[in-house]
T-cell receptor
Framework: QQQVKQSPQSLIVQKGGISIINCAYENTAFDYFPWYQQFPGKGPALLIAIRPDVSEKKEGRFTISFNKSAKQFSLHIMDSQPGDSATYFCAAPVRSNQFYFGTGTSLTVIP | NAGVTQTPKFQVLKTGQSMTLQCAQDMNHEYMSWYRQDPGMGLRLIHYSVGAGITDQGEVPNGYNVSRSTTEDFPLRLLSAAPSQTSVYFC?????????????FGQGTRLTVV
């Protein structure tokens, strides 16, 4: 039962390029959509999140875009760096504190 | 600042063996949860707890038990390990009753069942 569909599964980007990861959700308890970043051998950590009162949120080189009518949200990484190489998960809330996670995108940034 | 601590980091079990994965957090979070991470499947919720003495099932609870006797600890028990339980397990904690809460994850336990 896939509540959140994430694409692509893997992504290779040149240093300085733009990385784009997309997620689509079916249903959600409320509008709060976080992205988690996971480095090899580590647990996921919150990277950035968006609430419904805005359609876009930017933090440094990371931007979330949210399209409520299409039930889609995406993560854009501008000026991608080798240090951004990691797995990225989107998530959509089932209820307070509980989320469906996407299947993950493995990002590799080539120097 | 330890955050969420999981032990052990690695474990190999034989089919049919039982074991307990330990999880402890020092942030006084009410909500704790266990996930398993498998290639191409993302993070799937096994069990969760909203406070001491209260636990509930998640998406994939079969073959696992949990208990929550204190706010800090939330162990996950494998009753009779099966190869299908080979996975990386993550414990997470967060503050309760906040829709925009951040989940803090441990570093994971890589379990192999042979």
């Amino acid at each position: 039962q896939q509540q959140v569909k994430q694409s692509p599964q893997s992504l290779i980007v040149q240093k300085g390029g733009i990385s784009i990861i997309n997620c689509a959700y079916e249903n959600t308890a409320f509008d709060y959509f976080p992205w988690y970043q996971q480095f090899p051998g580590k647990g996921p950590a919150l990277l950035i999140a968006i609430r419904p009162d805005v359609s876009e949120k930017k933090e440094g080189r990371f931007t979330i875009s949210f399209n409520k009518s299409a039930k889609q949200f995406s993560l854009h990484i501008m000026d991608s760096q080798p240090g951004d190489s990691a797995t990225y998960f989107c998530a959509a809330p089932v209820r307070s504190n509980q989320f469906y996670f996407g299947t993950g995108t493995s990002l590799t940034v080539i120097p | 600042n330890a955050g969420v601590t999981q032990t052990p980091k690695f474990q190999v079990l034989k089919t049919g063996q039982s074991m307990t994965l330990q999880c402890a957090q020092d942030m006084n979070h009410e909500y704790m949860s266990w996930y398993r991470q498998d290639p191409g499947m993302g993070l799937r919720l096994i069990h969760y707890s909203v406070g001491a003495g209260i636990t509930d099932q998640g998406e994939v609870p079969n073959g696992y038990n949990v208990s929550r006797s204190t706010t800090e600890d939330f162990p996950l028990r494998l009753l009779s390990a099966a190869p299908s339980q080979t996975s990386v397990y993550f414990c997470a904690s967060s503050r309760l009753q906040r829709p925009d809460t951040e989940a803090f994850f441990g570093q994971g336990t890589r379990l192999t069942v042979v």
